[in-house]
């Protein structure tokens, strides 16, 4: 059973930084993607940050020059490093990854989620 646990949401005052951390652990043979998502209250799901397994990575828009995604494969696990955080960064963020389990198949898993709130 592969399970991904996010870690390091909380509270922060605008302007503020967060990290966040999710590490995949179980039965994994490979990783290929990792990706956060966040959702705030009323809003649809959306992609914040991808990182391959080569490190190649890309942002969303609403993010660049202020979040930064990297990871480590011989951990498993994929960090987003949250800076100058605005008030619209509040949301839940999940983590995201595409696993390959020693059964051979290609999943799809999700994280629980981690609550970050940027409020004054």
């Known amino acids: 059973q592969v399970q991904l646990v996010e870690s390091g949401g909380g509270l922060v005052q605008p302007g503020g930084s967060l990290r966040l951390s999710c590490a995949a652990s179980?039965?994994?043979?490979?990783?290929?993607?990792m990706a956060w998502y966040r959702q705030a209250p009323g809003k649809a799901r959306e992609r914040v940050a991808r990182?391959?397994?080569?490190?190649?990575?890309n942002l969303a828009d609403s993010v660049k020059g202020r979040f930064t995604v990297s990871r480590n494969n011989a951990e498993n696990t994929v960090y987003l490093q949250m800076n100058s955080l605005k008030p619209e960064d509040t949301a839940v963020y999940y983590c995201?990854?595409?696993?390959?389990?020693?059964?051979?198949?290609?999943?799809?898993?999700w994280g629980q989620g981690t609550q970050v709130t940027v409020s004054s």
């Open positions: 995201n990854a595409n696993i390959r389990e020693r059964m051979g198949s290609w999943v799809n898993y």
């Open positions: 990182i391959m397994h080569d490190g190649s990575a």
């Open positions: 179980g039965s994994i043979v490979a990783i290929n993607d």
